[in-house]
């Protein structure tokens, strides 16, 4: 079987986006990375003017029903899936484009709070993840996107995301990052006087010898 034949296979039965690294690893190392980039190429123009098409997605290849065929596919579900709501696709954007970042910074950007119950809806999704703690006061958890998302919203990589500029004004950016300086500023300087208090003896309590 040539090698158009054996990838297009393997493509099609994987459940997620096969790297060029992955599909070399299952062919076997005697096959080159250019010529399965080669083959990609040409099953690529095959599928041009098909039903299904091989798109480059999350780093990897994969098999997906042309975008012009989206009204008929979704004709197969008798049940359409629940729509995000704008204060989620809000939050999820601000994590996209912003991260990694945390929760007082997202709220910081939005205007208004963010519920827990919301966080926890997009980690149930899969598409943010929990990347660490940043090292300030309270160590807050940093969220950022994961390979998922890139899968489900059909990107290669957040390269391919619109342009900021084009979604949200420069101007509210810096405004809602001042914001977040000065708050954070205003909570290390909170910090520090408390440490101080708990570090200066009392006058009713001797100091230690």
Not at 66 to 75: G, K, L, N, S, T
Not at 110 to 126: D, I, K, N, T
Request: hydrophobic share 45%; with cysteine; glycine share 6%.
């Amino acid at each position: 079987m040539n090698l158009d034949a054996r990838i297009e296979a393997l493509i099609f039965a994987s459940d997620e986006p096969l790297s060029i690294a992955r599909l070399r690893a299952l062919l076997g190392e005697d096959v080159r990375s250019a010529d399965i980039r080669e083959a990609l190429a040409r099953l690529q123009a095959a599928y041009a003017e098909r039903g299904i098409r091989l798109v480059e997605v999350a780093g990897g290849w994969q098999f997906r029903s042309a975008p012009e065929c989206a009204d008929i596919v979704h004709q197969l579900w008798q049940t359409r899936p629940p729509k995000l709501s704008r204060s989620m696709l809000e939050t999820l954007a601000i994590i996209a484009y912003r991260q990694p970042v945390t929760r007082a910074e997202i709220e910081a950007l939005r205007g208004v709070r963010v519920s827990s119950s919301m966080m926890s809806a997009l980690q149930e999704r899969g598409w943010v993840k929990v990347l660490g703690r940043k090292e300030v006061p309270g160590r807050p958890h940093l969220y950022g996107t994961s390979k998922a998302f890139l899968v489900d919203f059909g990107l290669n990589s957040l390269a391919d995301l619109p342009e900021i500029t084009e979604l949200v004004d420069q101007e509210d950016i810096a405004a809602a990052e001042a914001g977040i300086e000065a708050e954070l500023e205003e909570t290390e300087a909170t910090h520090a006087e408390t440490t101080a208090e708990a570090a200066t003896p009392s006058e009713d309590q001797p100091a230690s010898a």
